[in-house]
Nanobody, 125 residues
């Protein structure tokens, strides 16, 4: 099992930036693909980005391409989400997740096995 703890959320004005962090427990962090998802009230959980264990490969959801950047520091067991040019529609609870068992699609929440508790991001207009 991997325990994940997100931090860095908050209130920001449109056009601003935030950097989320997700600290993971466990010795094999570098072997896991990590993902970020978000969920706004009344909506389904949405894929934001993923990064492979080595950090070489990343992919983004269409709504955040060019604005968000996912990265990881395996020495610190931490994955990050740098969010720039934030918009009110980015308001959501953001979750990090670990893909351990490689089941399901990497773009769906069903493809991830362990989740953090989430961190609220609110973007005001």
């Amino acid at each position: 099992q991997v325990q994940l703890v997100e931090s860095g959320g908050g209130l920001v004005q449109a056009g601003g930036s935030l950097k989320l962090s997700c600290a993971a427990s466990g010795r094999t962090f570098s072997s896991y693909t990590m993902g970020w998802f978000r969920q706004a009230p009344g909506k389904e959980r949405e894929f934001v980005a993923y990064i492979t264990g080595s950090g070489i490969t990343t992919q983004y959801g269409d709504s955040v391409k060019g604005r968000f950047t996912i990265s990881r520091d395996n020495a610190k067991n931490t994955v990050y989400l740098q969010m720039n040019s934030l918009k009110p529609k980015d308001t959501a609870v953001y979750y990090c997740a670990a893909r351990i068992n490689w089941r399901g699609t990497i773009y769906s929440s069903s493809g991830y096995d362990n989740w953090g508790q989430g961190t609220q991001v609110t973007v005001s207009s």
